[in-house]
């Protein structure tokens, strides 16, 4: 992947975490989580540049519970939907590793099997596009959860944060 946009993610998981200082001293995310989040920003299907300009997600959403307004019942739902999201994307990159892996064994084979390695191939392809869709229903069910005054709220937050984050990767040099 480009560094360019490995810089670009990191920059997306830092602003996840210190857009609200004071939120994210309340819930800042597990080494387990950034490590996941790290290991995710590799992934081939753009999901920071075209899902989460637009939907965040719901540990998004708990960063920033005061800016909208989130009662006890949606911060409880949205905690829900973030550890199953993580619990699901440390699955589906325990997959994705083990797939790597055992194309890596195989390609390096004196005389490798055509098919196997065309096997192995689609495995890998399956566990990223499982690592790419398995995230939609979660960040999409965080922002189903919101009112519509809070929706029209998020929608101008994910605007301002993804032109900040913009502005951060042009002054890094990443334009």
Do not use: C
Not at 19 to 42: C, D, E, G, I
Not at 129 to 150: D, F, N, R, T, V
């Amino acid at each position: 992947m480009p560094k360019q946009m490995i810089a670009a993610l990191a920059t997306i998981a830092l602003l996840s975490v210190s857009a609200l200082p004071s939120q994210a001293a309340m819930m800042r995310p597990s080494n387990r989580m950034m490590k996941t989040h790290m290991y995710f920003m590799r992934h081939s299907l753009g999901f920071a540049t075209i899902f989460f300009r637009y939907h965040p997600g719901p540990h998004w959403d708990l960063m920033h519970a005061t800016a909208l307004h989130l009662t006890a019942a949606q911060i409880r739902k949205e905690k829900r939907l973030t550890v199953g999201m993580m619990r699901d994307t440390q699955r589906g990159i325990v997959s994705l590793k083990a797939a790597y892996q055992r194309y890596r064994q195989d390609a390096m084979q004196a005389d490798p099997a055509i098919g196997r390695l065309i096997h192995d191939v689609k495995a890998v392809g399956r566990a990223q596009a499982y690592l790419g869709y398995e995230m939609i229903p979660y960040h999409l069910k965080g922002y189903a959860i919101l009112s519509p005054s809070q929706k029209i709220r998020y929608r101008k937050l994910a605007r301002i944060n993804w032109m900040h984050m913009m502005r951060m990767m042009h002054n890094m040099g990443m334009h």
